[in-house]
């Protein structure tokens, strides 16, 4: 599906997606956000990734920056430093 964002202003054209494979427990867990999606996993695998997704976003927000305004590079970084042992 292919939106013309021109027609929301002050959207951002990407978004994070976190997909958790590790549920046997029967739950649907879906969180979220104007910048990120969680979908399934665990309770923990789910809280992991919807913490590193905001912690990252809070990284980038402290910079000044949006999603869009952020390199590939820079966002793994972000990731990486910001994921739950």
């Not at 549920?23 to 979220?32: A, E, L, N, P, V």
């Not at 402290?62 to 966002?75: A, V, W």
């Amino acid at each position: 599906m292919n939106i013309n964002r021109s027609k929301f202003p002050g959207t951002s054209s990407k978004h994070l997606v976190g997909v958790g494979l590790d549920c046997d427990d029967g739950h649907k867990r879906i969180t979220t956000s104007e910048n990120f999606s969680v979908i399934g996993g665990s309770d923990e695998t789910h809280a992991k990734v919807s913490e590193t997704f905001n912690k990252t976003l809070e990284c980038c927000s402290s910079k000044n920056k949006t999603l869009d305004e952020i390199s590939r590079e820079e966002l793994t970084d972000l990731l990486n430093k910001n994921t739950p042992d």
